[in-house]
């Protein structure tokens, strides 16, 4: 893959040319095509993804309620990042919105090459560790704001 196409992507923003190109080496592209699953909540996840082309959907599934999209990521976004920490289930599914391009990096060949370079391994680690703390404040916030809404607890 051009490593130019994973430039636009801030997780790896802090990469050199060259390690930028070491992880272009071992993405693959893979073409998504409209309500395409790219994967399901529970399913095994080793894989992250970088939207290169279209818009792929995050979401999950309430009971009784149906799809709640919870973003809508486009071009140089990353989704399924959690992949490359744990090995925890898929917490939401991922569903392509528009017909599109992935960049799709497993878990096994980025942490070979964090291996090999360590400051490549902290670059990309902290931005990791930056992302998730972000993301865990805006849920802590939607959360604030439903219990907001639902009124004082009552034992």
Excluded: N
Aim: charged share 30%; hydrophobic share 45%; net charge negative.
């Amino acid at each position: 893959m051009e490593p130019s196409l994973l430039r636009g992507c801030p997780l790896f923003e802090g990469l050199s040319l060259d390690q930028l190109a070491k992880v272009a080496a071992v993405a693959r592209r893979r073409e998504v095509g409209a309500r395409e699953p790219v994967f399901r909540e529970g399913s095994r996840g080793d894989e992250m993804y970088v939207v290169l082309e279209g818009r792929v959907r995050i979401s999950k599934e309430l009971p009784g309620g149906g799809e709640e999209a919870l973003s809508v990521l486009g071009p140089g976004s990353y989704f399924g990042e959690m992949a490359m920490i744990d090995d925890a289930p898929r917490s939401a599914d991922a569903v392509a919105h528009t017909d599109g391009a992935l960049a799709v990096i497993r878990r096994e060949d980025l942490d070979r090459l964090m291996f090999l370079d360590k400051d490549m391994a902290y670059a990309v680690l902290w931005t990791l560790v930056r992302t998730l703390s972000g993301r865990l404040r805006e849920t802590t916030e939607k959360l604030r704001s439903f219990f907001a809404l639902a009124g004082p607890f009552r034992p």
